[in-house]
């Protein structure tokens, strides 16, 4: 199985939508849908179950999902490793999920403009690791959102969002113009694996212990939202389905888009990076 099409599925099965993950790897869909075609037809079984509302994992497909995140991260490194042997000027860039951030758009032509000559690859990641693999090695720096540990890291504040609740366009909460934490407090929450940073989880559980179901991407907060009537915590600002809605909370902070790189890492296009991203997200 090629490395690129085993992203495409990592895509597919982190939005559950075919025309997102298109949006999400800058391509068209119909290349996209072929290239899962042609991993269910090595594997020899369907990847997902599709329906006109979107796409859900098979077993087998849930198999695949866990293995090609192993082995994506595993290639990250060992192309981080052969790159600096052998001396070619190149920065990888850990993105926590967000395609529709106008920002990162502004940061990419920008960055670009200023070095055309490096080799950029970025490493889009899910919810559970707020740092996009910075600490394991697998990126060089990270655009983000805090809060998360900060020991050994540099963190650099690019924005501040308001942030509020997701619900079902139907839940009787949907129709208030303001809610606070606490109309919350008898809900179920999505939360995050075992594991995740403790400070990034308190933060979208509104700062106290909740029981819900564990999700790891963006869609998948969504579904939970859907199709149990769970709610989350979201920045405010991004589109939603018609049938959910976004409330602001006027007692939660707000979220901070960070650019994060290690302690120390004397790197030019890091410190070039986070400049060229200070000024984007000033606009």
Known sequence: MELRNLRYFVAVAEELHFGRAAARLHMSQPPLSRAIKGLEAEAGAPLFARSPAGVTLTPVGAVLLDEARSLLDHADRL?????????????TIGILSDGADPGVARLAAAFRGRHPGIDIRIRDTDLTDPTCGLRAGRVDVALTRAPFEETALTVRTLRTDPVGVVLRADDPLARHDRLRLADLSERHWFRFPPGTDPLWQSYWNGGSPREGPVVRAVQE???AVLWNGTVGLAPLGHDLPA??????????????????????????LIR???ETATAAYRR
């Open 272 to 274: 070039s990076f986070a």
């Open 79 to 91: 192309r981080l490793r052969v790159n600096a042997a052998a001396g070619v000027a190149s920065l």
């Open 221 to 223: 907060c969504r579904q």
């Open 243 to 268: 049938e959910l809605a976004a409330v602001p909370l006027t007692d939660m902070p707000p979220s901070r888009v960070v650019v994060v790189w290690k302690e120390g890492d004397t790197n030019p």
